[in-house]
């Protein structure tokens, strides 16, 4: 081998363990620092101890927060799901003139006005509605902005499945609901359920729509919590935020291995007719 060509290789080898050690550092810490007596900024190998796991299941907001998420993220992705779902059938199976540029549309819209920009728009509007401190109101404004890529990546799970099928099932003299609910969704259940835990994950990291639609602090999911767990002095809670950011990761994992175990995670249909 040439001698340029062997340090490209180390150089490359050398950048992604560099970029893996970046990327492996937090992990490490929040893996070591909720066991650690003393836990600091750094990671080291910890002094171990479950004090830090009492200390935030004695905290008066800390796992409130974790169901107040529970409820919005569930909300929203069973939400995301079923309008998905009813959207991309209808966009897939009958043909309106400019159906495609619709659908681009609303992805590109959704892409470039994004929460940050749309916020105050979106706050009068909860305002006016009556939705301001409600976790549905919540989970009401990001449905919608979820909804928008949800149909784009359903109606392709949505267009594999074969019209033969449909058809089919009209011989036998099914409704356009039965036909939806027990032949297309279930040849489509892949594409729902990678639809369902996107939705679930984006939600639950989510911090700027509940941190200015929410106001009383029992209400706050644990995105918006996590920012405020300090102790007396004002400085970050090193005991109840390591202990906190583990269990907060703990629904979005469980999930994704429980979904990824059962039907794997992609983002096309595989079915031919």
Known sequence: MRPDFVVRRIGFYVLICAITLFFAVPMLWIASAPFDASPGLGVHWPDWTLENFRKTL?????????????LICVTTAVAVTAFAALASYALSRVRIP?????????LL???V??????????????????????R?????????????????????FVDAVPKS????????GAS???????????????????IMVWAFVNSWGNFLVPFLLIRSIEKQ???????????????????????FSLLFSIPVVVLYLLVNSRYGFRFHGGIKS
Do not use: C, W
């Open 165 to 172: 099928y449909e058809e089919s099932a009209r011989v036998f």
């Open 58 to 70: 004695e905290h008066p907001y800390a796992m409130h927060s974790m169901v107040n998420s529970l």
């Open 98 to 106: 400019g159906r495609d540029a619709l659908l681009y549309g609303l």
């Open 176 to 194: 356009t609901g039965q036909i939806l609910r027990d032949v297309v969704l279930p040849v489509a259940r892949p594409g729902l359920a990678t």
């Open 113 to 134: 006005v994004t929460g940050t920009a749309a916020m105050v728009p979106i706050f009068v509007m909860m305002f006016q509605l009556g939705l301001i401190d409600s």
């Open 136 to 156: 549905f109101g919540v989970a009401l404004v990001m449905t919608g902005g979820l909804l928008p890529a949800a149909i784009f990546i359903l109606k392709d």
């Open 109 to 111: 819209l959704s892409s």
């Open 221 to 243: 999911p644990g995105a918006v919590l996590m920012q405020t767990l300090t102790d007396e002095g004002g400085s970050v809670n090193l005991q109840v935020l390591p202990v």
